[in-house]
């Protein structure tokens, strides 16, 4: 079982920044991919960035050249710096730990974006 725990949301302004990041506890997560989704009111949950336990990144084409996803497994904690920040990056930011079969789930972290 692995615990996730989101935590740096809030309100930026847009052009702002945040970081966002995801504490695990009850497990290593070195062997898992770990991934940010988000959740905007109204919408399908969508995949924001992944790494995979080697390094290997992948984004949103939304969010290509604005986020970066890293992890520090040393510290169990992975994490997305967000720069430029634009009103259609609100949502609910969610982590997730994925080693199949087994997925896990932060409780979401709030992010919104206005003037």
């Known amino acids: 079982q692995v615990q996730l725990v989101e935590s740096g949301g809030g309100l930026v302004q847009p052009g702002g920044s945040l970081r966002l990041s995801c504490a695990a506890s009850?497990?290593?997560?070195?062997?898992?991919?770990m991934g940010w989704y988000r959740q905007a009111p109204g919408k399908q949950r969508e995949l924001v960035a992944v790494?995979?336990?080697?390094?290997?990144?992948n984004y949103a084409d939304s969010v290509k050249g604005r986020f970066t996803i890293s992890r520090d497994n040393a510290k169990n904690t992975v994490y997305l710096q967000m720069n430029s920040l634009k009103p259609e990056d609100t949502a609910d930011y969610y982590c997730?730990?994925?080693?199949?079969?087994?997925?896990?789930w932060g409780q979401g972290s709030q992010v919104t974006v206005s003037a």
């Open positions: 790494i995979t336990s080697g390094g290997i990144t």
């Open positions: 997730n730990a994925h080693f199949w079969p087994n997925a896990y």
């Open positions: 009850g497990s290593s997560i070195s062997i898992y991919a």
